[in-house]
């Protein structure tokens, strides 16, 4: 069981670093809020994490990988990314207090983790990887160990999330002091810019004609 877990750290780590909404919005509330932003932050995308492992246990990845399914969300998730890269890179170039770059104000541990729940939602990548990468990961190690692969995949993976978004906050925390507003914007910026090429794949492959018989 010890390869379960090790395997699905390993690809949650692989995951993570994919800049998206939670990865910018760890970033900014670091530096308002401090380290612990990524706790909590981690903690409401963990709540998204159970409630479709929960789902998927109990057979919606097949639904998830219905061809209309994916094309809606690809086309409305990528249109939701679009515009919160939008609003990152318009705020961080246009305001010199930032204030709303990423999120707003700082939030308190409870905004944190709604904030945390909610992007994650909204990420049409998160939905797609759990409907097929994680089900092929988790249905390879449920043939050799059992339902008991499930908690132990579920506890690899979401300590990969955690270890990720921590270090990310405990380095902006650390360096916000030292960060100019001029270099932090730029971080926005490039933030920005990762997550409109993400929403951007997502809508063309969403658009993109599919072979006869597929929705």
Request: hydrophobic fraction near 60%; aromatic fraction near 6%; proline fraction near 1%.
């Given at each position: 069981m010890r390869r379960v877990f090790?395997?699905?750290?390993?690809?949650?780590?692989?995951?993570?670093?994919v800049p998206g909404p939670l990865f910018a919005m760890t970033l900014y509330?670091?530096?308002l809020v401090g380290w612990s932003a990524g706790i909590w932050?981690?903690?409401?995308?963990?709540l998204a994490e159970l409630a479709v492992v929960a789902l998927l246990y109990a057979g919606l990845g097949a639904a998830l990988k219905r061809p209309?399914?994916?094309?809606?969300?690809?086309?409305?998730?990528?249109?939701?990314?679009?515009y919160f890269a939008?609003?990152?890179a318009r705020t961080a170039l246009l305001s010199g207090a930032l204030a709303g770059a990423a999120g707003g104000n700082a939030l308190s541990a409870l905004g944190l983790v709604g904030q945390g729940l909610v992007l994650t939602l909204l990420n049409p990548y998160w939905y797609i990887w759990w409907a097929t990468a994680g089900v092929a990961l988790i249905a390879?190690?449920?043939a050799r160990h059992g339902g008991r692969a499930w908690p132990v995949f579920f506890s690899g993976h979401i300590l990969g999330d955690y270890l990720w978004y921590q270090l990310v906050a405990l380095l902006i925390a650390v360096s916000g002091r030292f960060l100019?507003?001029?270099?932090?914007?730029?971080?926005?910026?490039?933030?920005?810019?990762?997550?409109?090429?993400?929403?951007?794949?997502?809508?063309?492959?969403?658009?993109?004609?599919?072979p006869a018989g597929q929705a």
């Open positions: 090790f395997v699905s750290l390993a690809v949650a780590l692989s995951g993570a670093v509330q670091a530096r932050i981690i903690v409401g995308h963990l209309v399914v994916t094309r809606v969300i690809g086309l409305v998730g990528g249109a939701v990314l679009l939008w609003e990152m390879a190690q449920s100019s507003d001029g270099t932090f914007r730029g971080l926005i910026i490039a933030c920005a810019a990762g997550v409109a090429a993400l929403g951007m794949w997502f809508i063309i492959g969403a658009a993109r004609p599919r």
